[in-house]
């Protein structure tokens, strides 16, 4: 068998990967990273880039079909359809492109990239089984990165399989179902969800807890539920799913006062979680210490093994690409001999419904529960001009800040297109704004943004653009 050795060792090419990677050559570290599947990874490949591109072609085309009914600004479109094959392949072309960024960027860096499922011997040796009808390599490394990701969470009631499918076959239809059932109310089903019901299935969403999006507050999910019922998604909240009926054709729910039902399906997503991927590649052999179901890292990233190091999923929540790359690159600085530490002030988490969002920080709840005393307050984008020019009136921007000195602790808010202010409200946060910082700097006009500015203005309780409490 052919043993090769390296300095830094990258199991997986998702974003913590393929980012420590990228790093870690630029660096001058001699790298090599294994991947079994595609360079990207989950996020590229089967998560957030092919959701977000589902999610935009299912929103133009409900937008289209929405101008053949009858417009307020006067377009008028005649019988829109969709070509669903072309739509996957429109995806699968960007995916492609990305693809192909990262495995230039890679190859740029000096960073070897070999083929294969990696397989753990010990804490310095990897077994890596490449293509078909090949030898095994064995590579031997100062320091692995283990960096596998996560892999769907299956409902023992009703394995993956037919018709019950997961997010990954989800973004790929061939054909639209008409009856879809979604199980899991979190980001991940409601922007499938929303998705093929713009597309134009019929959408029921099953969640166990009694809302939808169950991870955040009930003002800051109420705009979603309300748009979600406006789309005619039907929602069976407080319902546990008990498997498929007899004939395959139903999903049997149970609520919470014991009443059973089923929810007629030809297709079934079952959306609700992922598990760091701990099993199956040789890594329970390294003993490391572990939370739960994820392997335990210090703040800089270390497993309990000296010089085996671990990012992204594979060490739990919250489970985003971009806590996987700012992972990853702080990895290969400190193994470059630079002094990191992983302390965001806070990380960002977006949630691309309809409308869109975003959680920064901490909610009212959430420094309640922390025993901060916070003032918050939230500016309606029914006040906003550019909402109003995008026909999104709904949501708000709301901030959370300390009463004593002012330092805002959180910024949340629900709206169109309030993805993009998730840069501004993590700079805040990051770089300790007050409230009087983010109300006195001048907000272009009109911009959703100018929404950042009002609440602050609002919780020092000034408000320009809406009456005062
Ligand atoms: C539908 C969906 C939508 C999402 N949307 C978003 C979003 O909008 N924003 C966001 O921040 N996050 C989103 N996520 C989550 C995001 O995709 C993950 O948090 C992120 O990909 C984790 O990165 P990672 O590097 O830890 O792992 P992954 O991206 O999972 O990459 C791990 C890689 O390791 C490889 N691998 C595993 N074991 C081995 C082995 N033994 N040998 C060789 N290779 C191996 C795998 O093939 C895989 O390519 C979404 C996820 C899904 C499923």
Same mark, same amino acid.
């Given at each position: 068998?052919?043993?090769?050795?390296?300095?830094?060792?990258?199991?997986?090419?998702?974003?913590?990967?393929?980012?420590?990677?990228?790093?870690?050559?630029?660096?001058?570290?001699?790298?090599?990273?294994?991947?079994?599947?595609?360079?990207?990874?989950?996020?590229? /490949?089967?998560?957030?880039?092919?959701?977000?591109?589902?999610?935009?072609a299912?929103?133009?085309?409900?937008?289209?079909?929405?101008?053949?009914?009858?417009?307020?600004?006067?377009?008028?479109?005649?019988?829109?359809?969709?070509?669903l094959?072309?739509?996957?392949?429109?995806?699968?072309?960007?995916?492609?492109?990305?693809?192909?960024?990262? #495995?230039?960027l890679?190859?740029?860096?000096?960073?070897?990239v070999?083929?294969?499922?990696?397989?753990?011997?010990?804490?310095?040796?990897?077994?890596?089984?490449?293509?078909?009808?090949?030898?095994?390599?064995?590579?031997?490394?100062? !320091?692995?990165?283990? #960096?596998?990701?996560?892999?769907?969470?299956?409902?023992?009631?009703?394995?993956?399989?037919?018709?019950?499918?997961?997010?990954?076959?989800?973004?790929?239809?061939? =054909?639209?179902?008409?009856?879809?059932?979604?199980v899991?109310?979190?980001?991940?089903?409601?922007?499938?969800? +929303?998705?093929?019901?713009?597309?134009?299935?019929?959408? +029921?969403?099953?969640?166990?807890?009694?809302?939808v999006?169950? =991870?955040?507050?009930?003002?800051?999910?109420?705009?979603?539920?309300?748009?979600?019922?406006?789309?005619?998604?039907?929602? !069976?909240?407080?319902?546990?799913?008990?498997?498929? /009926?007899?004939?395959?054709?139903?999903?049997?729910?149970?609520?919470?006062?014991?009443?059973?039902?089923?929810?007629?399906?030809?297709?079934?997503?079952?959306?609700?979680?992922?598990?760091?991927?701990?099993?199956?590649?040789?890594?329970?052999?390294?003993?490391?210490?572990?939370?739960d179901r994820?392997?335990?890292?210090?703040?800089?990233?270390?497993?309990?093994?000296?010089?085996?190091?671990?990012?992204?999923?594979?060490?739990?929540?919250?489970?985003?690409?971009?806590? #996987?790359?700012?992972?990853?690159?702080?990895?290969?600085e400190?193994?470059?001999?630079?002094?990191?530490h992983?302390?965001?002030?806070?990380i960002?988490?977006?949630?691309?419904?309809?409308?869109?969002?975003?959680?920064?920080?901490? +909610?009212?709840?959430?420094?309640?529960?922390?025993?901060?005393?916070?003032?918050?307050?939230?500016?309606p984008?029914?006040a /906003?001009?550019?909402?109003?020019t995008?026909?999104?009136?709904?949501?708000?921007?709301?901030?959370?800040?300390?009463?004593? /000195? !002012?330092?805002?602790?959180?910024?949340?808010?629900?709206?169109?297109?309030?993805?993009?202010?998730? =840069?501004a409200?993590? !700079?805040?946060?990051?770089?300790?704004?007050?409230?009087?910082?983010?109300?006195?700097?001048?907000?272009?006009?009109?911009?959703?943004?100018?929404?950042?500015?009002?609440?602050?203005?609002?919780?020092?309780?000034?408000?320009?653009?809406?009456?005062?409490?």
């Amino acid at each position: 068998m052919e043993t090769r050795s390296t300095t830094l060792l990258v199991i997986g090419g998702g974003p913590g990967g393929y980012v420590a990677a990228i790093r870690a050559g630029q660096l001058g570290i001699a790298t090599t990273l294994v991947e079994g599947d595609r360079l990207g990874g989950t996020c590229l /490949n089967v998560g957030c880039i092919p959701s977000k591109a589902l999610i935009h072609a299912a929103g133009e085309f409900e937008q289209a079909r929405a101008y053949a009914q009858e417009s307020p600004l006067g377009i008028h479109v005649a019988s829109p359809r969709i070509e669903l094959a072309q739509t996957v392949r429109w995806k699968d072309g960007i995916v492609a492109r990305l693809a192909g960024g990262v #495995a230039g960027l890679l190859k740029k860096s000096g960073v070897q990239v070999v083929g294969g499922w990696a397989r753990i011997i010990d804490g310095k040796t990897v077994e890596v089984t490449t293509g078909a009808g090949q030898d095994a390599l064995r590579i031997v490394c100062e !320091h692995m990165l283990l #960096a596998p990701g996560s892999q769907v969470v299956a409902l023992p009631a009703m394995p993956f399989g037919g018709k019950v499918i997961s997010s990954t076959e989800a973004l790929a239809p061939k =054909a639209l179902p008409k009856r879809l059932v979604v199980v899991g109310a979190g980001y991940i089903g409601l922007e499938l969800g +929303t998705a093929y019901r713009k597309l134009g299935a019929e959408v +029921t969403v099953v969640e166990a807890l009694d809302r939808v999006l169950p =991870a955040y507050d009930d003002e800051l999910t109420a705009p979603v539920a309300a748009s979600l019922r406006r789309l005619g998604v039907r929602l !069976h909240l407080g319902c546990t799913v008990q498997g498929l /009926n007899a004939s395959g054709d139903a999903v049997r729910i149970r609520d919470a006062q014991g009443e059973e039902s089923a929810l007629p399906a030809d297709q079934v997503l079952v959306a609700v979680g992922r598990w760091p991927r701990t099993a199956g590649w040789g890594m329970e052999g390294l003993m490391l210490n572990m939370n739960d179901r994820a392997v335990r890292i210090d703040d800089q990233c270390r497993t309990s093994m000296r010089n085996v190091w671990a990012v992204g999923d594979l060490t739990g929540e919250p489970m985003l690409a971009h806590r #996987a790359m700012a992972q990853g690159e702080m990895v290969a600085e400190i193994i470059a001999g630079r002094r990191r530490h992983f302390m965001p002030s806070a990380i960002p988490a977006v949630c691309f419904t309809d409308p869109e969002l975003v959680v920064v920080g901490r +909610t009212p709840p959430e420094a309640k529960q922390a025993g901060l005393d916070c003032i918050s307050a939230m500016f309606p984008f029914a006040a /906003n001009g550019r909402a109003m020019t995008l026909e999104s009136g709904d949501g708000f921007v709301r901030v959370v800040a300390r009463r004593d /000195n !002012h330092a805002i602790v959180g910024w949340q808010a629900v709206g169109q297109s309030v993805s993009e202010l998730s =840069a501004a409200f993590s !700079h805040s946060i990051e770089m300790g704004e007050r409230l009087e910082d983010a109300a006195g700097a001048i907000h272009a006009h009109p911009t959703l943004g100018e929404a950042m500015q009002e609440a602050a203005l609002r919780a020092l309780g000034r408000p320009l653009h809406v009456a005062r409490a």
